[in-house]
């Protein structure tokens, strides 16, 4: 299988039948739904408390998504601000009859630490690499 993607691997799943649109290809919406979960994973360890998404920039659906793809996220943290961590999410596709990943979809996600209020709350940032507030 050849490669391209930087990053980490955060999430990996099946495209199944149920997640198709009236075309026969898979929802948008489905794919956004596995890069939020694969954002919250570098997010959660990073910030180390409870998050929530804020905001999704730069949403790109590069190509189509079939049924039976092996959809894979890779995530690489893009930004550290006081209380929000952004992370960039790239989306292959490995099709069942191709041997090399397809890039289908990117997008930032900022997540955002909160307190028990669900109030935002500072990040205690433990790798300085990623300050940029
Ligand atoms: C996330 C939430 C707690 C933020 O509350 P808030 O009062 O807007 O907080 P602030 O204005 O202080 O912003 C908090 C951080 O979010 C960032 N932020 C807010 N809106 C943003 C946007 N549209 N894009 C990027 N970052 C944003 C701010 O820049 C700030 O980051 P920083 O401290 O690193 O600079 C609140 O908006 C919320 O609860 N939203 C619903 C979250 C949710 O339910 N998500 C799931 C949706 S399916």
Redesign the pocket.
């Known amino acids: 299988m050849q490669t391209e993607h930087q990053g980490e691997l955060s999430l990996s799943t099946i495209a199944m039948p149920a997640d198709a649109n009236a075309n026969g290809d898979i929802f948008g919406g489905w794919v956004m739904a596995q890069m939020d979960l694969a954002g919250s994973i570098p997010a959660k360890k990073a910030v180390k408390n409870r998050i ?4 999704v ?1 730069k949403m790109k659906f590069l190509r189509p998504v079939k049924v039976g793809d092996r959809v894979v996220c890779y995530t690489q943290i893009s930004r550290v ?4 961590i952004t992370i960039q999410v790239d989306v292959y596709a490995e099709r069942m009859t191709e041997e090399k990943e397809v890039k289908v979809t990117e997008g930032d996600f ?1 997540y ?1 630490s ?1 307190n028990n209020n ?3 709350q500072a990040i205690a940032v433990t790798n300085p690499d990623f300050v940029s ?1």
């Open positions: 929530v998404t804020v905001a920039d601000g006081r209380t929000s900022t955002v909160i669900g109030l935002p507030r």
